[in-house]
């Protein structure tokens, strides 16, 4: 399920997203694998927390979601970001409405990302394949495809953890999950409570949404990536360069078209 009216309230509610370390992950990349992109797909963009960082540094972004709500929030960031500040020299963004399993350009760009654990929300294996698919032919050969998505773990602690609560004077939320052990698949419930003035008095307008997300072994994603044709550079764990262990809750995936 895509984003909806949960949209307009995702920087608000998850200002704690690590994004700085998202950023720094991918010009360690950069810089590890001896590439410098002009041209880069942000694959569930979301609300363009990551895209805008990257034009402002001089990239060109091309920010990809199949949420129509995330991107008008990823739209208005943009025309603001605009009027303060502006991109550096050659730094551009565009928005594009696409579905990750089917994104198609016109020119092969240098990199793809896709993280915050967009592939998650892929919760057929075929689609995960046909995500890895158009990746790989959206690259330029020696493009790089870097992408994270959450461990197994992740999704336990998640379950064993819940529910989160947040509760503040204008909007509060409610998230409970169910954990399928089997398909290492996870619902989470989201009520947001919204503060409204509507003739003088306050009431609350209710959102209520429901995502989907799987969890998919480290080896399998390997063979994916191997069977699409990519060349394998490295996968680790939680923002680092060293190998997943059984405690890890996010794997980090460098991948090369040859």
């Given at each position: 399920m895509a984003y909806a009216q949960f949209a307009?309230?995702?920087?608000?509610l998850m200002s704690d997203m690590p994004y700085p370390s998202w950023m720094s992950f991918l010009r360690q990349c950069w810089q590890q694998y001896d590439v410098s992109p002009q041209t880069l797909v942000d694959l569930g963009c979301g609300t363009g927390s990551l895209s805008l960082p990257l034009a402002q540094a001089g990239l060109q972004v091309t920010g990809i979601d199949i949420s129509s709500d995330m991107l008008a929030v990823a739209q208005d960031k943009s025309e603001e970001?605009?009027?303060?500040?502006?991109f550096a020299k050659g730094g551009s963004v565009?928005?594009?409405?696409?579905?990750?399993?089917?994104?198609?350009?016109?020119?092969?760009?240098?990199?793809?990302?896709?993280?915050?654990?967009?592939?998650?929300?892929?919760?057929d294996e075929a689609d995960i394949r046909l995500a890895?698919?158009?990746?790989?032919?959206?690259?330029?050969?020696?493009?790089l495809f870097i992408f994270d998505i959450h461990a197994p773990r992740q999704l336990v602690g998640?379950?064993?953890?819940?529910?989160?609560?947040?509760?503040?004077?204008d909007i509060s939320y409610i998230w409970t999950?169910?954990?399928?052990?089997?398909?290492?698949?996870?619902?989470?419930?989201?009520?947001?409570?919204?503060?409204?003035?509507v003739k003088g008095l306050d009431l609350y307008?209710?959102?209520e949404e429901t995502h989907v997300q799987r969890a998919y072994p480290q080896e399998w994603m390997v063979d994916q990536l191997?069977?699409?044709?990519?060349?394998?550079l490295s996968v680790s764990a939680d923002f680092t360069f060293e190998p997943p262990t059984q405690q890890s809750e996010r794997l980090f995936f460098v991948a090369r078209r040859p």
């Open positions: 307009y309230h995702y920087d608000r970001l605009r009027k303060l500040s502006g565009q928005w594009m409405e696409q579905d990750m399993r089917e994104w198609l350009l016109s020119a092969p760009v240098d990199c793809v990302i896709s993280f915050c654990d967009c592939l998650n929300y892929l919760t890895m698919e158009k990746s790989y032919a959206g690259l330029r050969s020696g493009g998640y379950a064993e953890s819940q529910p989160f609560v947040m509760d503040e004077q999950c169910d954990y399928d052990e089997a398909r290492m698949e996870i619902e989470h419930h989201l009520s947001i409570f919204e503060r409204q003035n307008r209710k959102i191997n069977a699409c044709g990519f060349d394998i």
